[in-house]
Structure formats: C-alpha cells, structure tokens
C-alpha cells in the first residue's frame, strides 16, 4: 500500500477497487474464518507484509493502521444498530 493510498483510506476516500475481498481470495490467503469480514481486503496484505518483514512491530504500520481503523468502524456500525434496535424495542436488553 502506498502512502496515498493509505492517507485516502484513512479518510474514508478510499477508490471503489479496494471492494471487499472475494472467498476465494481469503481461501487462498488461508484467512480463518473469524477474520473473513468485510475487513478482510485489508488483512490479507497485511498478513503478507508481516509474513515477508518477519512480524517485526515497526514494519507495516500503514497496512496495520488501516485495518485497524476499518475494525474500528465495523465496531461503531455494530454498536449504532444494537443502539438502534434496542431503542425499537424500548430500551429494553435483548438478554
């Protein structure tokens, strides 16, 4: 990932290209299937750079940053749509 390419996905201007990644995509990148979200375009690069720096921690921080703020963000949709199922029903916990 360049550098513009990682400055415009982490303003959320990212290009239509970076589509989330196909099953065979992750099948081959031997993805788990707890990592197979809609995140997983990012991950498999990123697993690649960690492969080939050998998972030194100041390696690949772009790939790093940008996945981890594509979690980030699938965390804020989940938590405003249990926001906003819970304020249908009330209130009210689903448990």
Known sequence: MTVTEAVKSAVGLSDPASA??????MSEARLPLAYRDSCANLLIP????RYEE???PWKCETERHSYEKCQYEEFKKRVAKMDELR?????????
């Open 20 to 25: 989330p990644a196909s099953r065979e995509a």
């Open 54 to 56: 050998y998972y030194l």
């Open 46 to 49: 990123l697993n690649r750079c």
């Open 87 to 95: 304020a249908a029903k009330g209130g009210q916990r689903s448990n």
